[in-house]
């Protein structure tokens, strides 16, 4: 990797909605010695941070749509750089590998609701998993039956889904009406133009089509932010990565710009975990940042 091309570039309309009205509401040098520790730490100094010393962590907020994001980013070189070389891919993977039962039961419940959003067996039913990674997802929605494809670039992430069974591609097909659903877990607070990555994907979804997408959730975080600073514990704003903090307002104006509608997931309480089940719902369907959104 050439370490002279790494850069970065400065957002200058919103990713959500495309608005030219930014505000800006946080800056911090990446000099500063908290910043530094804590890059260096979470990368394991994998990267020359001399690469960073001269650059600003700016976090914009645009005053139509409520999203938070990260105004200076890493071009297409630094992004290379940052997910094939900086972060650890061996921990990537053990975190899947390794998981508590209580994540794939998260994938059960999703892939339940999946079956109440459509009535065709599993089999009629294509969907892609786009963002992938180690294939963990497609695999289980295979298990169920579905006729799932796992979109991935990482070259060693799409060898290790293969060797789960998952069909792999690494680039989208050309825009036709092909998917009935598409799943995006922890991927959109990762790119650098969210809305029109929306309005792609909309081109493959057939008619009435649904996307799921689930974000970290940015509630509350920009009155923390301005009160207390930059945190380490500030996972949706982590540097660098993430660079899209939406909240539900944020991600509904998002959606309806590139033609879909916030609809609400069949209800799947447990009669013997009632309270805990109610208390999921409520956050599912007003609250947090994990959305069913149906092509109009």
């Given at each position: 990797m050439n370490d002279q091309l790494i850069d970065f570039y400065r957002r200058e309309h919103c990713p959500g909605c495309a608005s030219k009205d930014i505000d800006t509401v946080y800056q911090l040098s990446y000099a500063d010695e908290s910043l530094k520790q804590f890059i260096e730490s979470f990368y394991q100094q994998r990267m020359d941070y001399r690469l960073l010393e001269d650059q600003v962590y700016e976090m914009g907020k645009c005053p139509h749509c409520g999203l938070l994001f990260q105004r200076l980013v890493l071009n297409q070189t630094g992004q290379a750089a940052l997910y094939g070389e900086w972060v650890d891919s061996q921990k990537s993977l053990e975190k899947k590998r390794y998981a508590k039962a209580k994540l794939f039961r998260q994938y059960a419940g999703q892939l339940e609701t999946v079956s109440r959003l459509f009535p065709q067996a599993p089999h009629k039913i294509e969907i892609l998993e786009f963002g992938m990674g180690w294939g963990y997802w497609s695999r289980m929605a295979t298990a169920y039956g579905y006729h799932v494809r796992g979109l991935e670039l990482s070259p060693e992430r799409v060898e290790h889904a293969r060797s789960?069974?998952?069909?792999?591609?690494?680039?989208?097909?050309?825009?036709?009406?092909?998917?009935?659903?598409?799943?995006?877990?922890?991927?959109?607070?990762?790119?650098?133009?969210?809305?029109?990555?929306?309005?792609?994907?909309?081109?493959?979804?057939?008619?009435?089509?649904?996307?799921?997408?689930?974000?970290?959730?940015?509630?509350g975080l920009e009155g923390i932010l301005k009160a207390n600073g930059w945190q380490p514990e500030m996972d949706a704003i982590h540097p660098l990565e993430h660079i899209n903090a939406f909240t539900r307002k944020s991600l509904s104006v998002m959606a309806s710009k590139a033609g879909f509608r916030v609809i609400q997931p069949p209800l799947r309480i447990d009669i013997s975990k009632f309270w805990s089940g109610l208390k999921r719902e409520i956050g599912d369907r007003w609250l947090n940042t994990h959305v069913y959104l149906r092509k109009q």
């Amino acid at each position: 990797m050439n370490d002279q091309l790494i850069d970065f570039y400065r957002r200058e309309h919103c990713p959500g909605c495309a608005s030219k009205d930014i505000d800006t509401v946080y800056q911090l040098s990446y000099a500063d010695e908290s910043l530094k520790q804590f890059i260096e730490s979470f990368y394991q100094q994998r990267m020359d941070y001399r690469l960073l010393e001269d650059q600003v962590y700016e976090m914009g907020k645009c005053p139509h749509c409520g999203l938070l994001f990260q105004r200076l980013v890493l071009n297409q070189t630094g992004q290379a750089a940052l997910y094939g070389e900086w972060v650890d891919s061996q921990k990537s993977l053990e975190k899947k590998r390794y998981a508590k039962a209580k994540l794939f039961r998260q994938y059960a419940g999703q892939l339940e609701t999946v079956s109440r959003l459509f009535p065709q067996a599993p089999h009629k039913i294509e969907i892609l998993e786009f963002g992938m990674g180690w294939g963990y997802w497609s695999r289980m929605a295979t298990a169920y039956g579905y006729h799932v494809r796992g979109l991935e670039l990482s070259p060693e992430r799409v060898e290790h889904a293969r060797s789960l069974g998952v069909e792999v591609m690494q680039e989208l097909p050309e825009p036709s009406p092909r998917f009935d659903f598409i799943y995006a877990s922890q991927v959109f607070e990762h790119l650098e133009d969210p809305l029109q990555t929306m309005t792609e994907l909309s081109q493959r979804l057939k008619p009435d089509g649904i996307i799921y997408l689930r974000v970290p959730d940015a509630r509350g975080l920009e009155g923390i932010l301005k009160a207390n600073g930059w945190q380490p514990e500030m996972d949706a704003i982590h540097p660098l990565e993430h660079i899209n903090a939406f909240t539900r307002k944020s991600l509904s104006v998002m959606a309806s710009k590139a033609g879909f509608r916030v609809i609400q997931p069949p209800l799947r309480i447990d009669i013997s975990k009632f309270w805990s089940g109610l208390k999921r719902e409520i956050g599912d369907r007003w609250l947090n940042t994990h959305v069913y959104l149906r092509k109009q």
